[in-house]
Nanobody, 117 residues
Framework: QVQLVESGGGLVQAGGSLRLSCAAS????????MGWFRQAPGKEREFVAR????????YASDSVKGRFTISRDNAKNTVYLQMNSLKPEDTAVYYC??????????WGQGTQVTVSS
């Protein structure tokens, strides 16, 4: 089992920045692929970004590419999502997820990000 706890959400004005953190426990963190997803009201959950277990490989969705950066610190069992140039359409609950192989099987409880115009 893997336990994930997100933090760092909040209210920010458009153009501002936030950094989300996700602390993992319960399994060797350095063996987990990690990702961030989000879900806006009335919409389906969507992929935001992912990072490999080593941190060498990252990928972000087109909607956030160039504005959001995913990173990890294996010594701290934590993955981050640095969000810059935030837009109102980035408003959502952001979820951290972990995978051992191809499927994200473990999820956090989510943290709310609200971007005001």
């Amino acid at each position: 089992q893997v336990q994930l706890v997100e933090s760092g959400g909040g209210l920010v004005q458009a153009g501002g920045s936030l950094r989300l953190s996700c602390a993992a426990s319960g399994r060797t963190f350095s063996r987990l692929g990690m990702g961030w997803f989000r879900q806006a009201p009335g919409k389906e959950r969507e992929f935001v970004a992912r990072i490999s277990w080593s941190g060498i490989s990252t990928y972000a969705s087109d909607s956030v590419k160039g504005r959001f950066t995913i990173s990890r610190d294996n010594a701290k069992n934590t993955v981050y999502l640095q969000m810059n140039s935030l837009k109102p359409e980035d408003t959502a609950v952001y979820y951290c997820a972990a995978r051992i192989q191809t499927t994200f099987d473990y999820w956090g409880q989510g943290t709310q990000v609200t971007v005001s115009s």
